[in-house]
């Protein structure tokens, strides 16, 4: 394997084989990048790839105001979650079409994953999005 390959991955990516256990669930704690807070608990999530598109993090406005998108970012590894009362500490943001970000209970920063609300067993969250431990 040529190692050009790692260059060209986002700065953010996270490699997602340390963090899946033998029966392809998250191996470690999942934790917020800002306060730490524990969003997931070792073995409660699957890992999937879904292309999902997630508003950035970083600005507080994130819609262009000249053309109208919103910036962001398409992100595929995911921790799949099938009912909401797995996880430790998340919220939900207000509907937005027919998805509900997730983001931090405790801080508030977001978002770290997205429920499509036609699905009610799919929460994903982005490895991107969080931390590990």
């Not at 986002?10 to 306060?35: F, H, M, T, W």
Request: glycine letters at 8%; charged letters at 25%; one cysteine or more.
């Amino acid at each position: 394997m040529d190692s050009s390959n790692q260059c060209s991955r986002s700065e953010g990516y996270v490699d997602p084989s340390s963090l899946i256990s033998e029966d392809g669930k998250n191996s470690k704690a999942v934790v917020c990048q800002r306060c730490g807070s524990k969003v997931l608990c070792p073995g409660m999530a699957v890992f999937a790839e879904k292309e999902l598109f997630l508003p950035s993090m970083r600005k507080k406005n994130t819609i262009n105001q000249s053309d109208g998108t919103l910036d962001g970012d398409t992100l595929t590894a995911h921790w799949l979650v099938d009912d909401m009362y797995t996880f430790e500490n998340v919220g939900f943001t207000k509907d937005v079409g027919n998805v509900k970000y997730l983001i931090c209970a405790d801080c508030e920063i977001g978002p770290i994953g997205w429920h499509n609300l036609d699905d009610k067993k799919s929460f994903y969250v982005a490895l991107d999005r969080v931390n590990h431990e």
